[in-house]
Nanobody, 130 residues
Framework: QVKLVESGGGLVQAGGSLRLSCAASGRPFETYVMGWFRQAPGKEREFVAAIRWITRSGSNTDYTDSVKGRFTISRDNYKNTVYLQMNSLKPEDTANYYC????????????????????WGQGTQVTVSS
C-alpha cells in the first residue's frame, strides 16, 4: 500500500508562487508515474501535471495547457517526494490539489485521466486572491 501526503498549500496573491510537496511512503516509488490533479468547487477533478520514470537519469513530464510555462513538476526519489512548483499564480488556479500515483506507466491521454491512478492523497488547498 502506498500512502501519499500533500503539503504546501495556502493563500497567495495573484502573481505569487507556491511549492506543493507530496511525500510517498509504503513502497519504493521510483518507477511510479506521479501526477497532480486539482478540483475546484462544483467542478470535476482535472489533470495538472504528471511525471513518468524513464531511466535512472531521466523522467518525462506532461502539463495541462493552462499551466504550461508556469508550473513545474519534479521528483526526488531519494526523498520519495514529488513537487509542484507553481509560479505566476492566477485566481483560476484556486482549487484543492491532489497528488496521485500508480505503478503502471501511462502514455498520452492515459496520464490525464484520474482513473489511471491507483493511489491518492487527501489534498491541499490552494487559494489565489485577485
Amino acid at each position: 500500500q502506498v500512502k501519499l501526503v500533500e503539503s504546501g498549500g495556502g493563500l497567495v496573491q495573484a502573481g505569487g508562487s507556491l511549492r506543493l510537496s507530496c511525500a510517498a511512503s509504503g513502497r519504493p516509488f521510483e518507477t511510479y508515474v506521479m501526477g497532480w490533479f486539482r478540483q475546484a468547487p462544483g467542478k470535476e477533478r482535472e489533470f495538472v501535471a504528471a511525471i513518468r520514470w524513464i531511466t535512472r537519469s531521466g523522467s518525462n513530464t506532461d502539463y495541462t495547457d493552462s499551466v504550461k510555462g508556469r508550473f513545474t513538476i519534479s521528483r526526488d526519489n531519494y526523498k520519495n517526494t514529488v513537487y509542484l512548483q507553481m509560479n505566476s499564480l492566477k485566481p483560476e488556479d484556486t482549487a484543492n490539489y491532489y497528488c496521485a500515483a500508480d505503478p503502471r506507466t501511462c502514455s498520452g491521454d492515459g496520464c490525464y485521466r484520474p482513473t489511471s491512478y491507483t493511489y491518492w492523497g487527501q489534498g491541499t488547498q490552494v487559494t489565489v486572491s485577485s
